[in-house]
């Protein structure tokens, strides 16, 4: 591993610094790591994952002008954003977590992107949902790199399929997601995701979390998901 990215992962919990602190600390890395890998930052969209943070923990962010947020469970998304967003109507919500297909109406309704999207049955109710609502959800296909059991994400071999479907559906998708295994290293996870998106075509790779944003950002993320590098531990 690089320097650059051994300072990243050793970067002070967000608890002892505050959210605002914490975000221009994130942003500070995402510009470092993308001038590195000859990229601009603007490329890389920062996702403040808010899940399980009440809304005082997450007032700060908005008031520093940060826009996107990932949640990873609806019923809690919808507990919790819809007076927030009364607050900031220009929220862009991401919906980072596996989504039943029972949900997918909710889904629709709350959040502008949804990163989950990893079955047949999933799309359908999807595209139901937009076609009935009337509205626009940009979705990425969820791609179980590590052919984990006990992760959501489809096949790589299931990866052309599902779009053929999600095209004949209505469901625009605009990019592949993915959640490499824990405690290996994560960056051969993440060109391989690259290298997926450019086979497929799709311009949106949403990759890296807490403690591998840095690595995903030089390996070509679009959009980066980080909770506790802004928030500190969850419990
Ligand atoms: C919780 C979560 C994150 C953020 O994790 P941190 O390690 O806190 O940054 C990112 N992506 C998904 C899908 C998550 O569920």
Known sequence: MSKQNTDIIADSPASETGAETALKQVHHNIAKQAKL???SHDEITLIAVSKTRAQEQIAPLIAAGHRHFGENRVQEAQ???PELRGQEPDIILHMIG?????KAADAVALFDMIHSVDRLS???ALGKAIADQNRKV????QVNVGDESQK???A??????????AKEHGVPVTG???IPPADIEAAPFFALLDKLCREAGLPERSMGMSSDYGVATALGATMVRVGSALFGPRE
């Open 176 to 178: 592949l997601m993915c």
């Open 152 to 154: 959501g994400g489809c």
């Open 37 to 39: 890998a000859g990229r």
């Open 156 to 165: 790589i071999n299931d990866i052309a399929a599902l779009l053929d479907a």
């Open 122 to 124: 999933l799309i359908k």
């Open 98 to 102: 596996q989504l039943q297909s029972n």
């Open 138 to 141: 940009d979705c990425l296909l």
């Open 79 to 81: 507990d919790k954003w």
